[in-house]
């Protein structure tokens, strides 16, 4: 447990991955409850948007809790809500088992996480990952269009990458997460967390995980098989 096999550099994404996305969700809705709360005299905001979400809304959440709540939903306000919700100090932490990996993998491990630069930044510094992963890329320092698929922060990996290493990279969607890695020789590994928000089901062949994982405990002993 967290050891990474021997000759492996791990590569990790961040949302559902390292945490459980849906839990930045409810942070930001705590922290837009207070801001609305106080613009407007209205309650019940950050409940609207949890129960939404709940629900299995994934668009237009701030609409439609505007709506229950009877508060105008322009683009000014909507607009507004969604800066609030990207740019506050999230209220999150590990899993567990992301947790014991990182503390004891001797590294170097890297992270490639797509997303606006300032939200993605503040999970980051939120979850402390500045300390315990070597190489951070979110994509979204480029600006739009080098999100994954994009190959580009894939070979960036490769350029700080030991000499010799292989390439593993641990993410949860394979709608984009898996496709590139494959294609470049990479071990792809899928983590399964239990209310995850994407769909786990990979939409072709070409875009699965060479292996399937509950937590991160799992990791070296699959790879270290699946390598064998």
Not at 8 to 34: I, P
Not at 113 to 124: A, H, V
Not at 133 to 141: E, V
């Amino acid at each position: 447990m967290g050891r990474a096999a021997p000759g492996w550099m791990v590569v990790f994404d961040l949302d559902d991955t390292l945490y459980l996305e849906r839990d930045f969700a409810f942070s930001g809705y705590r922290h837009l409850e207070q801001v609305v709360a106080a613009q407007t005299g209205v309650r019940g905001f950050g409940a609207a948007c949890r129960a939404l979400f709940e629900g299995g809304a994934r668009r237009h959440v701030f609409d439609r809790a505007c709506a229950e709540l009877g508060l105008a939903a322009g683009p000014e306000r909507i607009a507004q809500l969604v800066a609030g919700y990207r740019g506050h100090r999230p209220e999150i932490a590990l899993c567990p088992d992301a947790a014991r990996y990182l503390a004891q993998a001797p590294g170097p491990l890297g992270l490639i996480t797509d997303g606006p630069e300032t939200m993605q930044r503040n999970k980051i510094s939120a979850l402390g990952l500045q300390a315990l992963i070597k190489h951070i890329r979110p994509t979204g320092a480029w600006g739009a269009g080098y999100g994954k698929p994009h190959p580009r922060a894939f070979r960036e990996m490769e350029d700080k990458a030991p000499r010799g290493a292989r390439l593993v990279y641990v993410a949860d969607n394979p709608a984009k997460d898996f496709v590139t890695p494959r294609a470049r020789g990479w071990a792809a590994v899928q983590i399964l967390r239990p209310g995850a928000v994407h769909d786990p089901e990979p939409p072709g062949a070409g875009h699965a995980a060479h292996l399937r994982i509950q937590s991160l405990d799992e990791l070296d002993p699959a790879l270290a098989a699946w390598a064998a």
